[in-house]
């Protein structure tokens, strides 16, 4: 049967980006989630988001800007008012006799095209870029917040003589401080919060020290330090967080946790809000949960692509368990919500227990621990299995109850996912043994073990080959057939990755299957390093293995994989 196509894909085919079979794919997710094909292309991890937009320039006859690489003067940009470039997503460009060219991501949005005729008056014309872009791109260009600036509002602040530190032991109530004395503060909170939105940050950290406030944005996994407030708005900017985040503004002594919902653009977010006491003060730590981070498909996780072929048929086991591991903030969420994602169909009922809930998932049954009233994981697996599921989440197997809950619930037919907190996968199975689990019983219910990792990802707009020094190439283990189809990149640093060279995260694996001799060694109660040299003989790519071919194919670079994983003895077999 012929696959109808649109102009764009038929150009996407044609010059090798996708398949025929990739667009059906994409076509059908558009079907089933009512959104267009482009978006469920690059959702799906077969192109990005500017082929797309190239091919649609191609298809269309217009031209297609990359806004990294233009400058819009700012009588240009004048010309059209904020409000109607933030409501119809689109950007002014250039402006020539009575034309206007004005940037926009769907090229048959009509409806919109003529409002901005009649808006403005005069001809328009469009070109096309990624609709992302666009927006960040109006943030740039119109500023945030009355043309203010995070640096500017801070040196309003530094100058201003207002005392704001008051507020800490305010005892009125919390809309009498905003509405009395905190809209520059509200504005300051806002404006942090924008700008870690837009620099793509995982984390705000707000750190009080004996003479100054640091602040810090954790971005993509490494910490970037910004222009601080001056110390003695500390207390203003913790009632604000804390009002924000529904906490006690007047408890000072004990830690806080509490959650913040924020829309930045188009973007609605959750904010999980952590305060505690320390030497100088109350230290804040905001995580931003994004919620298009959870979209990702396990296509798009970084798995190469006999493990990924492995994976795919592990998730689809009837019965087993599935262990993550890795420490704090190597992705384990992402992988375990993708694997939900694949598994989230009306045949199935799928429960997860988390602590906390992070994201929430339409369609699973989402239950967090609360320990205030005895709720913990060993309870929730307990009363979930009455529920009937066939899917079970466990956030984290922390104890000898939990571990065995999980464990009955695999022998009693669930696939259950969790995670443990161990640097490799063949850790993970003494681990459970060492939490007073019997080895018998890990070794007939555990089917997989995945540990990871996340590395930087070359920047895509300034990346370009290197030569690797040969003592680099040598310190690396890095073999003569490995280096036959090699080549090393590293981005140079622009605009689009802030100056680092590198831009967005992947992961690096490590999947050990437990098949018959890894289970008798297991039954034996063998030594990690045993199991390990097992699996590997078995063909198993260690962490480190795995980051190696990702710096042989340009992905990363190897200052990245050295900062995430260790080269061992094995390695080398390995490769």
Same mark, same amino acid.
């Given at each position: ?26 076509? !059908? ?68 006799? +009575? ?23 005069? *001809? ?19 500023? !945030?917040?009355?043309?203010? #600036? ?11 003589? @207002? +005392? ?107 904010? *999980? ?54 420490? %704090? ?68 197997? *922390? ?18 996912? #969790? ?14 043994? +060492? ?8 070794? #007939?219910?555990v089917i997989a073990v995945l540990a990871q990792r996340l590395v930087r990802v070359n920047c895509s707009k300034c990346k370009q080959p290197i030569e ?10 890095? %073999? ?55 699996? @590997?003989?078995?063909?198993? #790519? ?18 990245e994989v050295y900062r995430v994983a260790k080269r061992t003895e094995q390695d080398n077999k390995a490769a």
């Open positions: 049967m012929a696959i109808s196509m649109s102009g764009y894909a038929e150009i996407l085919v044609r010059n090798g980006i996708i398949s025929p079979e990739q667009w059906a794919e994409a076509e !059908q997710m558009a079907r089933e989630n009512s959104s267009p094909e482009s978006d469920c292309l690059v959702r799906l991890g077969y192109c990005t988001g500017e082929e797309v937009m190239q091919a649609m320039a191609a298809s269309h006859k217009l031209r297609y800007v990359d806004l990294h690489e233009i400058k819009i003067p700012e009588s240009v940009i004048e010309l059209v008012p904020e409000s109607v470039a933030r409501e119809n997503a689109i950007l002014p460009m250039q402006e020539e006799d +009575d034309t206007l060219t004005v940037i926009v991501s769907d090229p048959e949005d009509i409806p919109t095209i003529d409002k901005l005729r009649f808006i403005l008056n005069r *001809r328009v014309e469009i070109a096309l870029a990624p609709r992302e872009s666009i927006l960040e791109a109006i943030n740039v260009y119109y500023g !945030q917040i009355e043309g203010e #600036s995070a640096d500017s509002m801070l040196q309003e602040f530094t100058d201003t003589a @207002i +005392d704001f530190t008051e507020m800490e032991d305010d005892t009125r109530s919390n809309e009498d401080i905003v509405d009395e004395n905190s809209a520059p503060i509200v504005k300051l909170v806002h404006l942090m919060i924008t700008e870690a939105v837009q620099l793509r940050a995982s984390d705000i950290h707000i750190e009080p020290f004996e003479d100054r406030i640091r602040v810090r944005y954790r971005i993509d996994g490494v910490l970037i330090e910004r222009d601080s407030p001056p110390k003695r708005l500390l207390g203003a900017l913790i009632s604000r967080v804390k009002i924000l985040a529904k906490m006690d503004i007047s408890e000072r002594r004990r830690p806080q946790d509490g959650r913040i919902k924020v829309t930045v653009g188009e973007k609605e977010l959750d904010l *999980r809000v952590s305060v505690l006491p320390t030497n100088h003060g109350q230290s804040i730590v905001m995580r931003l949960l994004d919620k298009d981070n959870i979209k990702v498909g396990i296509r798009q996780l970084g798995l190469a692509e006999e493990n990924f072929k492995k994976f795919q048929g592990l998730i689809r086991r009837p019965n087993g368990i599935v262990l993550v591991t890795g420490p %704090t903030g190597s992705g384990k969420t992402t992988t375990l919500y993708a694997s939900l994602n694949a598994l989230n169909r009306p045949d199935r009922k799928i429960i997860t227990a988390e602590d906390p809930v992070e994201y929430y998932l339409p369609g699973i049954n989402q239950v967090e621990v609360r320990h205030d009233i005895g709720l913990n994981f060993a309870r929730i697996i307990r009363s979930m299995l009455r529920q009937a599921p066939n899917v079970i989440l466990v956030g984290e197997m *922390r104890d000898e109850e939990t571990a065995s809950m999980g464990i009955q619930a695999s022998l009693t037919g669930h696939l259950v996912f #969790s995670t443990l907190h161990t640097n490799d996968a063949p850790s993970a199975v003494t681990r459970m043994v +060492d939490m007073g689990v019997p080895g018998y019983l890990v070794a #007939s219910s690797l020094p040969e003592s680099a190439i040598i310190d690396a283990g890095m %073999t003569e057939d490995m280096l036959l189809n090699a080549t090393f990149m590293k981005g140079k640093g622009c605009g689009y990755c802030n100056k680092k060279g590198y831009r967005g995260r992947l992961g690096i694996f490590e999947l050990m299957l437990i098949n018959s001799k890894i289970r008798q060694m297991i039954f034996e109660n063998r030594a990690t390093q045993d199991i390990r040299r097992a699996a @590997i003989g078995l063909g198993m #790519s260690t962490l480190y293995t795995d980051g190696l071919r990702k710096v042989l194919g340009g992905v990363t670079t190897l200052e």
